[in-house]
Each structure stands twice: as structure tokens, then as C-alpha cells.
């Protein structure tokens, strides 16, 4: 996980199992602070990922898959 001000980034092995971790963590965050995770404006992507995997975590997370991950692969 990195996080720089508002924005946190999660790296994981690409598996429904950790979606789902990060989803529930993320829902475990909301109820502890009262503050909402807004999943329309959060992002999915992966290097070497499959799109229909892609597509299957952004249903599960109900968010947008992010198309421009390489661009900030190089630009870190």
C-alpha cells in the first residue's frame, strides 16, 4: 500500500481473493471513521493482466479500470 495525501495506491497479487480483502478493508475504513470510499471515482489496473480480469475486479469493486498505469509506472 502507498498513500500520498487523499490518493492510497494497494499492490497485490492478481487474485479475486485479495480484491475482495482490499474491498473489505476499505469497507472496515468507512464504518471505523465514518468517512465514504468513493468507488466510482477509484481506478483498477495491472501490468501483464488479463482485461477480463481487469473487468471482473472492477465489477467487484464497482470502480473504472485505469488506463494510463504504465504512464505512472514510468513517471513514479
Do not use: P
Request: net charge positive; aromatic share 14%; proline share 0%.
Amino acid at each position: 500500500m502507498l498513500q500520498y495525501a487523499d490518493d492510497t495506491i494497494f499492490f497485490c497479487a492478481t487474485n479475486v481473493k485479495n480484491i475482495f480483502n482490499i474491498k473489505v478493508v476499505l469497507n472496515c475504513f468507512e464504518l471505523a471513521y465514518g468517512l465514504k470510499v468513493n468507488f466510482m471515482k477509484s481506478k483498477v489496473g495491472g501490468l501483464g493482466v488479463e482485461q477480463t480480469m481487469i473487468k471482473h475486479f472492477v465489477a467487484i469493486l464497482n470502480c473504472e479500470v485505469c488506463h494510463c498505469l504504465l504512464f505512472i509506472w514510468v513517471c513514479r
